[in-house]
Structure formats: structure tokens, C-alpha cells
């Protein structure tokens, strides 16, 4: 292939993302609809990290029990946020993760059991999401977000960016994502039959752009606030987690 | 001082994630803003003719009203702790503060 065409190639696939006309999905992927060998890889991927989470849950809290309602807090803060659709661009609406917080106060380890009860909940009582997708969703949601969120805040905050830059920008590449990651699962179990999975992912992330950028805006916003609260009330409490 | 300026900032914050929200209700006029589960579902489909959905929810809200009931619950419940916790924070801190230096 020559290089221009590659470029083309390349070009055709960023303008898709941005042109297309709808999501496909609406944050999780829903019940029964992920081939069950994929549900079962999701599983095994997932699994190491929940158990890693459970752990280290138990460990922060003997270390230093203060935490616990910080904790609470972020637990609580995730189905607050994942409860509210909120209108995009595209017609429809979609709901933020709000694992974003927690992960930047207290790392991957606890979100990823925080999200998964968050997750477990919408699909027993909203047919939201689903038990044999539940294994793609944490991973997409529970453990790719957090991760990206708190990697992005270490790393900004080593650079001396404030602590609510830093926050906001995690929580926001985070948010994105977990989207990007749904939408690639999906790709990867339904691949296009001419073009793979390259053109199944420009299907499925749909406008995932358009439609997830002011959708993560508004979460990093809303959890800075938190944050910002946190930061005058609680500062004994953010500097045992290394924050402040 | 330093209190206002925190005022300032959550106010800003919050006013942002309100316009970034409202912003598509206002340019939007013909959309109901649904979710897009369904259309997730004709993608998979016309992507793997084959394919069939293995697997229903347990259990499905009855109906839109119910299903906004469980989705205020969650909301409210989560919020009710998110204050509660904040408030608690709140009032701990002052009463430090109080200790340390009365003004």
C-alpha cells in the first residue's frame, strides 16, 4: 500500500468517527447480545482485577480505616452518576461511569468492585447492561476507565498541573475510554465480513466522538467540584491517599 | 477570601455541566433522546445475519414508569449518601477549626 493511501485510509476513518449519525450502544453491552465465548473471555480477563480489587479494598481500609466514608463517597458518587442519561448531540442519551472520581482518590483497585456492584445492580433491576455481558462491561467500565483515569492523574499531577486540572483531565480521558473500549468489544466479536474489525469499530463506535466528548466534560466537571469540596473539608483524609 | 473563590469555582463547575447538558435540548428540537440500545441491536444483526440474542434480561421494569422509578431510586440514594458524607465533612471541619482558632 502506498503511503498516501494509507493516509487516506486514515483520514476516511477519523472523519467516520466524527460523521457518523448515531451511538450504537448506550454504555454497557446488553444482555445476551456478546457470542458467549466472548462472554467467557471477558469473564477470565476481568476476574484477576476484581479479585486484585476486593483485596485491595481490604487492605486500604486496615491501613487506615479513616477512609472508609471517602470510600462511601466514591461508591456512592458512581450511582449517582451512572443513574443520569444525559442528552447529546446525537439525539439520544447516554449515562456517565462516574468510576472516574473514586479512581483518582483511591486508584484502580477499588473501583473495579465499586463499578462492578454499580453494574450487577443495572442489570438485576433495569435489564440495563447484562449478567452475560457483565464480564465485558467491568472491563470496559470498571477496570480500562479507572485505569486510564488514574494513569493520566498520576502522570499530570508528577508534571505539577494543579489538582483539579490534573482530576479533571483523567476523569475525562477515562470516561472516553470506557466507550472506546465497548466499542471495540464489540468490533472485535462482530467483525465486518469484507472490511474485519476495523470497519465493524467505525460502525459501533458510531459517533462516539461527538457524542462522549460533552458526556466526559460534564463528568470531570461534576466530580472536580467533589473534589474541590473534598479538598476544603477533608484534607487529612486526602493526604493519607497521597492526593493533596 | 479563600472560601469565596472555592464558591466561585463550584458554581462555575456546576453552571458548565449544566450548559454542556442543556445545550443539545436546545439545538435538538426533533429528537426524544432515547436510548440507544435497539440500534445496537440492528447494527449486530445486519453485521452477523447469524447471530441471535442467547440470552434475555431476568427481570425488565414493567414499564418506562417504573424503570424511572429504579433510575431515581439509584440516583437518590446515591446522592442522599454523596451529601450526607459531604455534610458530615463539612461540620467536622469546622468544629476543628473552631477548636483551633476561634473566630
Not at chain 1, 465486518?192 to 469499530?201: A, I, Q
Amino acid at each position: 500500500m502506498f503511503p498516501a493511501q494509507k493516509k487516506m485510509i486514515n483520514a476516511a476513518f477519523i472523519v467516520s468517527l466524527i460523521l457518523l449519525p448515531y451511538p450504537l450502544f448506550s454504555m454497557h453491552i446488553m444482555e445476551g447480545f456478546l457470542p458467549p465465548g466472548w462472554c467467557i473471555f471477558w469473564f477470565t480477563t476481568s476476574a484477576p482485577f476484581i479479585l486484585f480489587g476486593v483485596i485491595s479494598i481490604k487492605d486500604r481500609l486496615k491501613q487506615s480505616p479513616k477512609l472508609k466514608i471517602l470510600l462511601g463517597l466514591a461508591g456512592a458518587y458512581t450511582f449517582v452518576l451512572s443513574s443520569l442519561k444525559i442528552p447529546s448531540l446525537t439525539g439520544s442519551s447516554s449515562h456517565p461511569t462516574g468510576v472516574g472520581l473514586g479512581a483518582v482518590l483511591f486508584g484502580v483497585g477499588p473501583m473495579v468492585v465499586m463499578g462492578m456492584i454499580v453494574l450487577i445492580f443495572q442489570a438485576l433491576l433495569l435489564a440495563h447492561g447484562g449478567i452475560t455481558t457483565l464480564g465485558a462491561n467491568i472491563f470496559s467500565m470498571a477496570i480500562v476507565g479507572p485505569v486510564v483515569s488514574w494513569a493520566v492523574f498520576i502522570v499530570l499531577k508528577k508534571v505539577r498541573l494543579s489538582l483539579e486540572l490534573s482530576a479533571f483531565l483523567g476523569i475525562f480521558l477515562g470516561s472516553l475510554a470506557t466507550y472506546f473500549v465497548t466499542a471495540i468489544q464489540l468490533a472485535m466479536a462482530f467483525p465486518d465480513e469484507h472490511g474485519g474489525v476495523m470497519v465493524s469499530l467505525i460502525k459501533f463506535s458510531g459517533i462516539f466522538a461527538v457524542t462522549q466528548i460533552p458526556l466526559s466534560v460534564s463528568e470531570g466537571l461534576l466530580s472536580v467540584v467533589i473534589i474541590t469540596l473534598l479538598k476544603k473539608y477533608s484534607r487529612e483524609e486526602l493526604s493519607l491517599l497521597k492526593v493533596l | 477570601m479563600k472560601s469565596r473563590k472555592t464558591t466561585i469555582l463550584i458554581v462555575s463547575l456546576l453552571a458548565g455541566a449544566f450548559v454542556i447538558s442543556a445545550f443539545p435540548l436546545v439545538v435538538l428540537k426533533q429528537s426524544d433522546f432515547s436510548g440507544a440500545d435497539s440500534k445496537a441491536e440492528q447494527a449486530i444483526l445486519e453485521t452477523d445475519k447469524t447471530f441471535k440474542r442467547w440470552a434475555e434480561p431476568l427481570w425488565t421494569p414493567p414499564g418506562p414508569e417504573t424503570e424511572t422509578l429504579l433510575f431515581t431510586l439509584q440516583g437518590a440514594v446515591g446522592a442522599g449518601v454523596v451529601c450526607y458524607i459531604l455534610g458530615y465533612l463539612h461540620g467536622r471541619s469546622k468544629k476543628e477549626r473552631g477548636e483551633n482558632d476561634p473566630d
